[in-house]
């Protein structure tokens, strides 16, 4: 029938799935919230758009995943778990990358977007064993550039620029 393997890998993909779902559909519904429209300039859609894009975005890849563990019977080719729920390995991955989540959100106000990123991407890849350092280390330092032009400058909003940079006049 379905190895322990297997099993294993759709009882994760199914954890994740419900919780992301069920976290992105909540926050989706919390942006219906009168607070978010409270900006001086009651006609800037940005500010609640792209948010509801995002989730939306979230909660229909949410789906897909949960759809995937229920209906296919065999493990796709070439993917492979970061976190194997039936050991206790996979717990501390989980627990290291929901740490690394937190000291992100938590200094990004104080450091700034780009410099809570790069070490936030950098740990995160490690914490899921990512061990090729140069690699590691050209995202780590890319993607937060890549990140910022997009929302900065494309989406026309604005990210956090942190105490760091305000301190020496940059922000």
Not at 16 to 27: Q, Y
Not at 128 to 144: D, F, K
Not at 152 to 167: D, N, R, T
Request: aromatic share 12%.
């Amino acid at each position: 029938m379905y190895s322990d393997s297997q099993g294993a890998e759709r009882m994760s993909d199914r954890i994740f799935g419900f919780a992301l779902l069920g976290l992105g559909a909540i926050i989706f519904w919390s942006t219906f919230n009168p607070d978010w429209f409270s900006l001086s300039d009651k006609d800037e859609a940005r500010t609640v758009l792209v948010p509801r894009v995002l989730l939306v975005l979230i909660i229909f890849m949410a789906a897909l995943l949960l759809v995937r563990s229920f209906l296919t019977a065999t493990k796709s080719a070439g993917f492979s778990e970061a976190v194997a729920w039936q050991d206790r390995m996979g717990w501390v991955r989980f627990a290291m990358a929901t740490a690394i989540v937190l000291g992100v959100a938590f200094a990004m106000p104080r450091l700034g977007f780009y410099l809570a990123m790069v070490p936030g991407i950098a740990a995160m890849a490690a914490a899921m064993g990512l061990r090729r350092w140069i690699l590691l280390t050209g995202v780590a330092l890319i993607a937060p550039v890549i990140a910022w032009y997009i929302i900065v400058q494309i989406a026309e909003l604005s990210l956090p620029e942190g105490k760091v940079f305000s301190a020496f006049g940059l922000g």
